[in-house]
Each structure stands twice: as C-alpha cells, then as structure tokens.
C-alpha cells in the first residue's frame, strides 16, 4: 500500500448501524459465534475502561460515601 491508500481508508465512513446488522446477519454459524465471543470481550473491556474512567473522575465518590454512611449507621442487609 502507498501513501494515498492509507489516507483513503482513514477517511472512510465508519459503516451505519443498519450496515453492520446487515452483516451480522448474514454470518455462518461459526462466524456468529466467534463474533459473539469476540462482542463479549470486547463490551466487558469497554465497561471497565468506562467505569474506571468514571472512578477517576470521582464521579462515583457520592454514592461511595452514601455507601459508607449507611455501613456505618448498620443501615444496610445482608443480600
């Protein structure tokens, strides 16, 4: 590849939803299923990356501290 193939593919359009359900669909079974397997991962990365992200930015401190409080005040259950 050259130069120019490169700067064609990184200004490709990202596909439409609609266009990845369209081939998702139209997997064999054994392609579904290691799309499934490869989806899985990927989401529970995604996930961790996010609430991580989250935890960095405090945004989770609140409810850490709601948490806490009611620990403390024996105000929780045993699940």
């Not at 939803?17 to 990927?42: C, G, H, M, P």
């Not at 996930?47 to 960095?56: A, C, G, I, L, M």
């Amino acid at each position: 590849m050259n130069n120019s193939d490169y700067d064609t593919i990184k200004y490709m359009e990202k596909p439409k939803l609609k266009e990845i359900q369209q081939a998702v669909s139209e997997l064999s079974d054994q392609d579904l299923a290691n799309f499934r397997t490869w989806f899985a991962e990927f989401d529970a990365q995604e996930w961790d990356r996010k609430f991580e992200e989250d935890v960095t930015k405090g945004k989770l401190d609140a409810l850490a501290k709601k948490a806490l409080k009611e620990l403390r005040e024996a105000k929780c259950r045993d699940l």
